[in-house]
T-cell receptor, first 113, second 115 residues
C-alpha cells in the first residue's frame, strides 16, 4: 500500500533563507512523486513531478526536488525563500498510470520578512 | 483553456437544505475527481469518474452525498440533507490519467458553510 508522510505541518523560514519541506513515501513499485502548492483561497497547482529519468526535478518558481530511492524521500527545496512562497504544500504519490493518487497531509510554509 | 471551473465559489446554507456543487472539467480529460478539504482531515478523495462512469465512491461519507457526471463536460456533487459537519472546501479536479502522470488540474473550489 502507498502512503505519504510530510514531516512538519508548519514550517517558518526567513525571507532569503533555504526552504526545505520533507516528504517520505512508501510504495511497492517505483513511484510517481509530486509536489502541489495551494495558495490561499485557491485550488492545488502542480509544482513539479518525478515519473522516470533524472532524479533531480525542477519545478516552477525556483523549486526543485530530488527523488532518493534509498531514503524513500522526495524533499522539496528552494535556495532562497520569497514572501510569495507562503502557501500550503502537498506531497503526493502514485504507483503509475491507472493507479490511485495519494496526497500527504500538507505543510504550511510561512515566510518571515 | 479556462481550466477546471467550479460553481459556486461560496455557498452558505441552512442545515437540512439540499446543496449542489458543480464542476466543468478540462475538455479531453477522461478522469474527474471530487475532493473535500478540512482542517481536521486534510484532503479526502470522495469519488472519481472515468469517461463519465463512477469508478470508486468509497470516499463518499454517507448516503447523503451523491455525485453524477451526465456528460464529459459536467459533474455535480449533491448533499441532501446538509449538516454543519459538511462545512468544508470541495474541490473538483480533472486529469488525462488516474495516476497523475499528466498532473491533476484543480478548480478553485467551493467553500461550503452549513449553519
Amino acid at each position: 500500500a502507498q502512503s505519504v508522510t510530510q514531516l512538519g505541518s508548519h514550517v517558518s523560514v526567513s525571507e532569503g533563507a533555504l526552504v526545505l519541506l520533507r516528504c517520505n513515501y512508501s510504495s511497492s513499485v517505483p513511484p510517481y512523486l509530486f509536489w502541489y502548492v495551494q495558495y490561499p483561497n485557491q485550488g492545488l497547482q502542480l509544482l513539479l513531478k518525478y515519473t522516470t529519468g533524472a532524479t533531480l526535478v525542477k519545478g516552477i518558481n525556483g523549486f526543485e526536488a530530488e527523488f532518493k530511492k534509498s531514503e524513500t524521500s522526495f524533499h522539496l527545496t528552494k535556495p532562497s525563500a520569497h514572501m510569495s512562497d507562503a502557501a500550503e504544500y502537498f506531497c503526493a504519490v502514485s504507483e503509475g498510470t491507472g493507479n490511485q493518487f495519494y496526497f500527504g497531509t500538507g505543510t504550511s510554509l510561512t515566510v518571515i520578512p | 483553456d479556462a481550466g477546471v471551473i467550479q460553481s459556486p465559489r461560496h455557498e452558505v446554507t441552512e442545515m437540512g437544505q439540499e446543496v449542489t456543487l458543480r464542476c466543468k472539467p478540462i475538455s479531453g480529460h477522461d478522469y474527474l475527481f471530487w475532493y473535500r478539504q478540512t482542517m481536521m482531515r486534510g484532503l479526502e478523495l470522495l469519488i472519481y469518474f472515468n469517461n463519465n462512469v463512477p469508478i470508486d465512491d468509497s470516499g463518499m461519507p454517507e448516503d447523503r452525498f451523491s455525485a453524477k457526471m451526465p456528460n464529459a463536460s459536467f459533474s455535480t456533487l449533491k448533499i441532501q440533507p446538509s449538516e454543519p459537519r459538511d462545512s468544508a472546501v470541495y474541490f473538483c479536479a480533472s486529469s488525462l490519467d488516474q495516476g497523475g502522470y499528466y498532473g491533476y488540474t484543480f478548480g478553485s473550489g467551493t467553500r461550503l458553510t452549513v449553519v
